[in-house]
């Protein structure tokens, strides 16, 4: 066997095994799962493709998983040293330590972002990119995360959240806030699409 053969079957092997993960994780608790499978790789590098590498200050992740986003977002060129994944699934975490041992990982909740991130984090951030089941979260949850996320974000700088809805998942106009959305993106399972909110 080649060594491309080889590669190619290992990372077949790690997507299956991911997928076993997220699955298990989501029988148990799938309010805060949120999907069966992790984000395919089409969904995740259209989300880091609103991530300017080049913008300095940390990237902070919320609901990380298994890390598809994150895997996207140092194919993006973001040194793992500036990422912070915030993940509340325990399991998750010693597999995020594992995969990118220059990150920072936090475990905690994300819906309470000024908490979990204590004093790991110094603002400006450069993005927020978010994989958070936001649709099963009450809209003053969202909204409360939206504003605490943009509240540590540098200026203009991105809060980028992908959603299996077809309407936004923050419904309601917030006065100074800018949002725009990718197109769908039909090749994922299910179809999603991603939504940017920045600070007006």
């Known amino acids: 066997m080649s060594l491309h ?4 079957t290992a990372k077949r092997t790690l997507r299956l095994d991911d997928d076993v993960r997220f699955l298990r994780s989501w029988l148990e608790k799938p309010l ?3 999907a069966v499978v992790p984000s395919g790789k089409i ?9 300017d590498p080049a913008v300095a200050g940390p990237v902070i992740e919320l609901g990380p998983g298994t890390g598809p986003v994150t895997e996207a977002l140092v194919e993006r060129g973001v ?3 500036r990422i ?3 993940e509340f699934n325990p399991r998750f975490c010693r597999l995020l ?14 819906y309470s972002l000024k908490r979990a991130l204590g004093s790991v984090v110094h603002p400006p951030a450069a993005a927020v990119v978010s994989g958070l089941p936001l649709m099963t979260k009450p809209m003053r949850m969202r909204v409360r995360l939206l504003t605490e996320a943009l509240g540590i974000l540098a200026p203009g700088a991105p809060f980028i959240q ?9 419904a309601r106009r917030m006065a100074g806030v800018r949002r725009q959305a990718s197109e769908p993106i039909w090749l994922n399972v299910p ?6 909110y920045r600070r007006a």
């Open 5 to 8: 053969s080889a590669l190619s």
């Open 32 to 34: 805060e799962t949120g």
């Open 43 to 51: 969904l995740a590098r259209t989300m880091a493709r609103f991530v």
């Open 79 to 81: 040194d793992p040293a």
């Open 84 to 86: 912070i994944l915030i």
């Open 97 to 110: 330590r594992a995969r990118y041992p220059e990150a920072t990982v936090v475990e905690g909740d994300a």
């Open 162 to 170: 992908f959603t299996y809805a077809v309407v936004s998942p923050i």
């Open 191 to 196: 179809p999603a699409r991603v939504w940017v």
